[in-house]
């Protein structure tokens, strides 16, 4: 039984220009205790996806589909049903540690205040238990880090901040929408052996959104790369970097830098405008496999391993497919 | 030394950007000049029973128009009334009228505006064209037709004034929160389960206090020169109640025999509402993130 479900679940947005489809007919699950990575390029309707399942999108946007997350129908929660589910089930992390803190508070008093609203603490309590969660987050001195303001910290320090202020209630679901992407190289390691501590210690299913497949590899139990809005491969993190079937994973594989492999290989083209939904598939322009079948019909998901799903009409590995 | 003080630093932030606003805020001479002149006449507006040498109304017809003495620094007016003592006790009505109608302005103003701002939609349309169509009347020209409607008395030039400087309040608070509800902090918070009354008492005020003090010391000023206009014309503080306003309408009659009757009264006016103008300048720098001084 898992946590989370998502089925069919698709964002229009009706702007000025006309409708974007952002996110089409996306399925997919996420376990009690389990690392979910999303893949794919910059608008492939990662983030928008997720943040659809709390409303957290503007009113131009069209979510429909269904979500149950611990049998509550989350596209239809509203008001306060919604607001106790966003920070205590279900909590968010954000790309921009540097903005998502108000300048205008201690961080402490940011945190505390989660934990009165959710938990109904008093000041006291709040007061301990923002300790307890700066030290889990790995803040060193957090007794005094409690009475400083926003502008004192690192980025990765905020960013330590904010996933203590998201796993304060103990939630069931922890998401993090590109978490290391503003913070250097050595800071994001840190953070993402900060999340698996988490997961480890607190037992939070965890869906990591990120563009960078070395993140990926490093945390993920499960892996779902989107193109266009659309789901494009699933599989479990092993049997996807050892067998991954769609062109554009192989793509996204081979342009992984590593030492000494010579030039950087690259997904030719460019992410379509998502205007509308082309009946072909999406990533047929930039496919070296396409052919006639592509351009003309949608490819169906299908199952081609143990937990492996891909939608494509010449599915297996670059080598397979060139040979 | 310097480590002694980046630590004490560390330990209370809070002091510290005290510290560092009120040292930007001293190195501004002209708006710690405003400061000390501004406190000075709201000091004087409080102990007026205290300071002012005679009673605002005491009459001496020995001393009819008589020019500054040592009994009458300031000399008397027509009726043989200390002029000193009456801009003492007439700082009262403009610091009333200066402070009550900003405070008037501030508490509906800025509520209209944070709704009109935050929750957007049709209300925001309407109070935001609304806005636009009441400031393009000039401030006094509505003071004025308002203190004409209430009829005259402080109080009532007070709504009138207060009235009249909300529109501005509004536009600001408007453009504030249409601001913050962007930041990223707010969107935090709403993934965090924060309600939108919460998000605007913890997120939006606080974020927009500091354009709201300098407004305020704008409106101040302001306020108390449409004080002394209302009561110049009549529609305010009513004689024989001193106020600035209402010496200089006194005054008028005897400009060519006492032409200081009406320079008194005016220093006093261009003096405070001055002081509140500086003051206002220099907080507006002080809190300007891009002063580097």
Known sequence: MSLL??????????????????????SFEVGAGEVLGIVGESGCGKSVSLMSLLGLLPETAVVSGRATFDGIDLLAARGTALRSIRGRKIAFVFQEPMTSLNPAFKVGNQIGEVLRRHLGLDRAAARKRTIELLELVRIPSAERRLDEFPHQLSGGMRQRVMIAMAVACDPKILIADEPTTALDVTIQAGILDLVRDIRERLGTAIVLITHNLGVVADIADRVLVMYAGRKVEEAPVAELFARPQHPYTN???????????????EIPGRVPSLAEIPQACAFAPRCPRADAITRSSVPELRTVGPGHMVACFHPGTDAEAAA | MSYVETSAVTINPRARRRRLLRKRFLRRPLAVAGLVVAIGFILMAILAPLIAPYSPSATDFNALLAKPSREHLLGTDELGRDVLSRIIWGSRASIEAGVLATG??????????????????WPDTVIARLTDVLLAFPFLIVAVGLAAILGPSLTNATIALGIGATPVFIRIARGEALSLREEDYVRAAVANGASDVRIIVRHVVPNMTSTLIVQATIAIPAAIIGEAVLSFLGLGVQPPTPSWGVMLADAQSYLSQAPRLAVYPGL???FCSLSFNLLGDGLRDVFDPRTTR
């Open chain 2, 104 to 121: 008037l302005a501030i508490a509906v103003g800025v509520p209209i505006g944070i709704v009109a701002g935050y929750f957007r939609g």
């Open chain 2, 268 to 270: 006093a006016i261009f």
């Open chain 1, 5 to 26: 479900e998502v089925d069919d679940l698709s964002v229009r947005f009706e702007t000025d220009d006309g409708t974007v489809h952002a996110v089409d007919r996306l």
């Open chain 1, 251 to 265: 793509g996204l594989l081979a342009a992984v830098p590593r030492p000494g492999a010579g030039r950087l290989r």
